[in-house]
């Protein structure tokens, strides 16, 4: 535990290198992996996170090094050719790693065991348990369908389809990435649009993978396995999640004004974005271009007055699932209601995201209501008094949101806990200072 505390700072400015997007990297070391020679990843996000990523296929059998000059290297086993690993696979706090490689793991003849820290514990596992069942795949766990859990893969996996009833896109990886074993097509429908960093790099990687926009704004994902992955190289963009931190930091001082280089800005990753823009903020993307089949562009963000509440459009949701913590800190200071519904999910992220938010921004003095899946934030344009310690939960994101309005508040904000930061965003504090804010640990 280490408490990190952040005062109030004046107006923040230049340029900041923002880490590698926490989704791609995940996605490249592992399909990396599961090319045949040598894949090449330049800005890998190096959090903790997609470290146990990396730790996780190396217990699968692939070589994954950094060499001198910092880039990532994969020499892949190849689609089939995962061998079951000698110890459980620790996934620390990821999520992302732990769903998307039970998949893997289901779509293999293998056996594996996943554990995780006390959050990872403690998030439902059973949207991957049922559709991997409906593949083949077997599966030892807790009567609640929680890690510690094993998966064995069957012998002869069945090619699904699957509607998921959640936006997901963990879940649609999981199946698409155990369908990459199967004889025939899988196919994943979703009902809301997610984030499709899997569709994309497995494509830039070679693999045929078709998106087809059915009635009723539904897609069908779909791909036939038992496809070759071709090694390439990957470059990996910014993180949009991260890059908010310093955005809405931004947008909370008179005369600021940053830029935020090399950020990945598909209309699957941007809502915070476009929500802040609603919100009346001046942020612009500049040079747009596609890199390994992402978007990415530059974002500048200058401050112009005080920033107005908003409905939020619950459409928008998938696209910014992870920025509704720092969003409602942009809230906390806004001229206005904001009002922020469809956020269920939220509830079963690091942490329970809507609760925390919630019992945080209470204790700094915001007004607020919340529900089962929704919460509305009140505010007069101005900071709120702040002058508390905020629980953060083993979350990453609670705990930068935090710390983001304690550069804005009178009174500093503390957060019990700073480790978690060390999964997404290693330098976020060193990055957030030299940009101008007071955050030190304690
Ligand atoms: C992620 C998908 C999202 C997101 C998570 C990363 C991914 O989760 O919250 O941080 O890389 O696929 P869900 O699929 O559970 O919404």
């Not at 769903?99 to 996943?114: M, S």
Request: charged share 25%.
């Amino acid at each position: 535990m280490s408490i990190v505390i952040s005062k109030k700072c004046e107006s923040l400015h230049g340029q900041a290198r923002i880490p590698g997007d926490k989704s791609i990297s995940h996605r490249a070391l592992m399909f990396g992996a599961l090319t045949i020679g040598e894949t090449m990843i330049s800005g890998l996000l190096e959090g903790e996170d997609v470290l146990h990523t990396a730790e996780a296929m190396r217990g699968l059998g692939a070589k994954i090094e950094k060499s001198a000059d910092g880039l990532w290297r994969t020499w892949g086993v190849g689609i089939g050719g995962l061998r079951e690993p000698d110890n459980p696979l620790e996934m620390g706090n990821s999520g992302t790693s732990t769903r998307l490689l039970i998949g893997l793991v289901g779509g293999h003849n293998i056996k594996a065991t996943f554990t995780g820290d006390a959050s990872l514990s403690g998030r439902p596992m059973k949207r991957v348990i049922t559709p991997l069942e409906m593949m083949g795949a077997n599966f030892e766990a807790t009567d609640d369908d929680k890690l510690p859990l094993t998966v064995t893969g069957p012998d002869d996996l069945l090619a699904i389809e699957y509607e998921t009833p959640v936006a997901s896109a963990q879940v649609k990886s999981a199946i698409l990435l155990a369908g990459l074993n199967a004889r025939g097509t899988t196919t994943v429908i979703e009902s809301k649009p997610t984030r499709d960093h899997t569709e994309k790099m497995l494509q830039h990687f070679g693999v045929e993978v078709t998106t087809k926009e059915l009635e009723g704004g539904r897609y069908a994902i779909a791909l036939v396995g038992q496809q070759e992955l071709q090694p390439g190289a990957i470059d990996v963009p910014g993180d949009p999640s991260s890059a908010a931190f310093p955005a809405v930091a931004a947008l909370l001082h008179e005369g600021s004004e940053i830029t935020l280089p090399n950020i990945a800005v598909s209309d699957r990753r941007n809502g915070i974005y476009i929500t802040l823009r609603e919100m009346g903020a001046d942020i612009t993307f500049e040079n747009e271009r596609i890199q390994a089949g992402e978007a990415v562009a530059d974002i500048i963000v200058k401050n112009s007055g005080p920033l107005k509440g908003i409905d939020v459009d619950p459409a928008r949701v998938p696209s910014m699932i992870d920025e509704f913590p720092i969003l409602a800190m942009a809230a906390a200071c806004a001229n206005g209601t904001t009002k922020m519904t469809g956020i269920a999910e939220l509830r079963v992220k690091e942490s329970d995201r809507l609760l925390m938010v919630a019992e945080g921004l209470k204790a700094c003095g915001v007004e607020l209501e919340m529900g089962e899946d929704w919460l509305t934030i009140h505010s007069n344009g101005k900071a709120p008094k702040g002058g508390t310690t905020v629980k953060t939960a083993l979350d990453h994101r609670i705990a930068m949101s935090f710390l983001v309005l304690g550069t804005a508040t009178d009174e500093p904000i503390s957060i019990d806990d700073g480790e978690p930061i060390k999964t997404s965003f290693p330098n976020f504090i060193t990055l957030m200072n030299e940009l101008g804010c007071n955050i030190s640990e304690d």
